[in-house]
């Protein structure tokens, strides 16, 4: 069972969210994106093997989407924030 | 050596000491035609059909740990052809046809056992859903019928029939030519097969780099050194990103892990496959007699081979209430396997940007029984450069083409499909 700390609730149950995916994904600009823009938006992941920042949600608690950096290897839970918090990327 | 009853008796007499290896261990040549990476079930019935039907013979089969050690010794081996949109239902029901005749093409037992596979629905809109999906499957020459309540009750006995809680019986589609086959053997036998036919069965080789010059494929570098290849083919479900990634392409794929499990061994209790799809849940009786079970992903990216309980919970419990006489079974072992998401929820099989690669992903919950099928059509992919008819639909530009072939209509967010 992994435990996801909330910012807003603290240390809570894996059962309690819902996983939203990649974290690092920007929707382009409707207005001046390109076909590929999208192609890369909808449908391209770098689904890397290791570090990962994922968007889960706290649906059974604040419903809060929580950041969440996490190891894909080991499932340990490195770091978790708001979705506008900055993880570093030479920070672990 | 071919094998037959007078081979088996031959050698019962010197007590079985002395049957030759099924496959060489060779060292690797300097270079082949043709490189496949990944020596699961897709990789090896690649390079089988590439030599039996391409007479394309100089090829190596690179594979980092040991044949059939990934997805294919860890899925719960069934194997249907019970699929709705034409692209699916064409593609498995050719890999069907060539399950049927395997284990005589191989001269090698995969155990494949056409049991059935009975989809049960539990809703009047699901009713509607499973026999439209069954008249489409007769239109394309796959058989499938559908069962009241009544004739299931008379042909799984053990299943619970009730008209209350989450899951009631209201039916099932059930496909009698599917059923399931013995994973390993499948690899074994594949391996056996292509190895015969001169193919380099090359294991503890990870690929580690893919070299290209002027956007062709000239070669990999692995930790046994470097090996060079015009044709390049990725048949690594699982790890598809990374591999792709040695050659600077981003796949339309995401890694989740999928949990298996086994009970302790039973007598012959189930003699069909049951599977539910709202308790998302698909279960048999394996030939040792254990129940082998899984159901949904644990939904969150994973690389890890494991999983985590409230996945397992969540499949005994769906178990429990189809099948509450199996509560006083004990779960002897679970495992998980990195299944390759796609953004649609069907494979991808052909060309790629780089030219002389070719990749072989995306399979989802379902590469087991698209194994034969998909070394058939990626071999000829190879063996052309071009996808077979078969194949056609599942290009890797269909994404940006706006052709998804999205069985369960569910978008491009990998976990749902």
Known sequence: MLLIKCPWCGDRAEIEYTYNGDATIRRPDP??????????????????????????????GCRQFVKVRRNLRTHEILRTGKTNDDFPEDAS | MRYSIFSLVRNALSYHQDWP???????????????IIGGGGHGLATAYYLAKEHGIDNVAVLEKGWLGGGNTGRNTTIVRSNYELDGNALFY??????WEDLSQDLNYNVMFSQRGVL?????????????????????????????????IARQVPMLAIRNDGYFPVKGGLMQRRAGTARHDAVAWGYARGADSRGVD???????????????????VQTTRGAIRAKKIGLAVAGHSSRVAAMAGLRLPIESHVLQAMVSEPLKPC?????????????????????????????????YAQRGNFPRIEHVVASILYLFPTFSRLRLMRSWGGIMDMSMDGSPIIGLTPVNGLYVNGGWCYGGFKATPGSGWVFAHTIAENRPHRLNEPFTLDRFHKGYTIDERGAGPTPGAH
């Open chain 1, 31 to 60: 207005a001046t994106t390109s076909d590929n823009d999208w192609l890369d938006h909808i449908y391209l992941r770098d689904n890397p093997s290791g570090r990962h920042d994922e968007l889960w949600q706290h649906t059974s």
């Open chain 2, 270 to 302: 189930l003699d069909t496959v049951v599977t539910s799809g709202v308790a998302h849940l698909y279960i048999s009786q394996s030939d040792k007699g254990e129940l082998v079970f899984g159901g949904d992903l644990d939904f969150y990216n994973s």
């Open chain 2, 201 to 219: 069965i090359i294991q503890n080789c990870e690929v580690t780099g893919i070299d290209m010059k002027n956007g062709h494929v000239i070669g």
């Open chain 2, 21 to 35: 290896k099924a496959w060489r261990s060779p060292d690797p040549k300097p270079e082949y035609d043709v490189i």
């Open chain 2, 93 to 98: 029901e050719k890999s069907l046809k060539l």
């Open chain 2, 119 to 151: 989809n049960l629905v539990h809703t009047d809109s699901a009713i509607d859903a499973a026999q439209r999906r069954g008249n489409a499957m007769r239109l394309n020459g796959i058989d499938a019928e559908w069962w009241t309540p009544e004739m």
